[in-house]
């Protein structure tokens, strides 16, 4: 099930000219972006010419915000004459040579700037990496891994640690997220502190809440139902299932998920497991092709093996076929938590008092 995402606000009257569609969308999204000023002296600092600054490790809890981040310091670098290469870590260690052409590729550039997003640090790529390939860029590269565990301490050794600056993201203050949801339409809007209390200074739980509370005048995050109105919720719903599959083992992660409900880290965190076994139950057919889906999901997430190379391996399936498939059943997750969730609302609305075919009731 696909769903479409509402506009955050309407349009300015008189708009830059842009040359390109790309131009525009970066253009809106930085216009968008809050926050973050400390973490982004930072990346500025790493862009002067005797900056020691080689490689940014950036990292956070679900939903916080590391995506954005990325494109803000893609945008920086680019203003301050740097070449951005991006790429996502899962396509790159999908795909066989991947990593090496994109690195080929930055080596050929003064000064590139390689931002590599959803960094997991599992397998052996990660020792190629700092092993072979980042060591064979120009002086001037500067790179930006981002993802939701820590950096691994390997970075911290050998040398790296005098090259390598750790960027933690934790939640935007009271300030940041009140900006953030002015940009979002809905400051004037008497909801906006019980948004900001909500929310606990995630972005993603301010932009669900943001998107809910322009959608329908009436709703308040006291009301207990979840900040996900249907026409908002493709785009952020996915990312945090994603993130919520990948923290499954961290339950501090999963407390912080916009999926989660209840209260205490404990409750909140099984709300997330509950709500993601049951979509592993119910979500996939019982064709083989389904079956196989299925248990990439489990052998990647849910009872996971050493690796995603090891997954591969006991389900005689070739890396890049195994990530195409372990993101459509992420995907297929998200659908099933979508329309358990829109079920959930329009119960609501007609006053059911009966259980609905889905997870569990929401409470903030």
């Not at 700092?130 to 911290?156: M, N, Y």
């Not at 709703?219 to 908002?232: D, E, F, L, Q």
């Not at 890396?319 to 979508?338: G, H, I, N, P, Q």
Request: a neutral charge.
């Amino acid at each position: 099930m696909f769903l479409r995402r509402t506009r955050a606000r309407p349009p300015a009257a008189t708009e830059p000219a842009d040359a390109t569609l790309a131009a525009r969308m970066s253009r809106r999204d930085g216009a968008a972006f809050v926050g973050r000023r400390i973490e982004l002296q930072h990346v500025s600092d790493g862009f002067a010419d005797d900056s020691p600054i080689s490689v940014l490790l950036v990292h956070g809890p679900a939903g916080i915000g590391k995506s954005a981040f990325l494109r803000e310091v893609e945008r920086r670098g680019q203003h301050a004459g740097w070449t951005a290469l991006t790429a996502v870590w899962r396509d790159l260690t999908s795909v066989p040579t991947a990593l090496e052409q994109i690195v080929t590729r930055a080596q050929s550039i003064e000064r590139p700037l390689l931002l590599i997003d959803d960094y997991e640090p599992m397998g052996t790529a990660g020792h190629q990496l700092r092993r072979t390939l980042l060591p064979s860029l120009p002086a001037r590269a500067l790179v930006a891994l981002a993802g939701r565990q820590p950096p691994e301490r390997e970075w911290f050794e050998g040398g790296w640690d005098t090259l390598v600056f750790e960027v933690a993201l934790g939640p935007l203050s009271i300030q940041e997220a009140l900006a953030l949801l002015e940009r979002r339409g809905v400051a004037a809007d008497g909801r906006a502190m019980e948004i900001v209390r909500w929310a606990g200074g995630v972005p993603l739980a301010l932009r669900l809440a943001a998107d809910t509370a322009r959608a329908d005048p009436v709703w308040s995050p006291c009301h207990g139902r979840p900040p996900i109105p249907s026409t908002a919720i493709a785009p952020d719903l996915a990312g945090a299932v994603r993130e919520a599959l990948r923290s499954l083992e961290l339950p501090h992660a999963l407390a912080q998920s916009p999926l989660a409900s209840g209260r205490g880290i404990a409750q909140r965190a099984a709300s997330v497991r509950a709500l993601i076994l049951e979509a592993e139950e119910h979500a996939f057919g019982e064709t083989a092709d389904e079956r196989l889906l299925n248990r990439v999901l489990v052998r990647g997430y849910l009872d996971p093996a050493s690796s995603h190379e090891q997954a591969a391996a006991e389900l005689h399936l070739s890396r890049s076929t195994y990530f195409r498939r372990l993101k459509a059943a992420s995907d297929r997750v998200a659908e099933y938590v979508a329309t358990q969730l829109e079920l959930m609302i329009a119960a609501e609305w007609r006053g059911s008092a009966g259980r609905i075919d889905g997870p569990r009731s929401w409470s903030t």
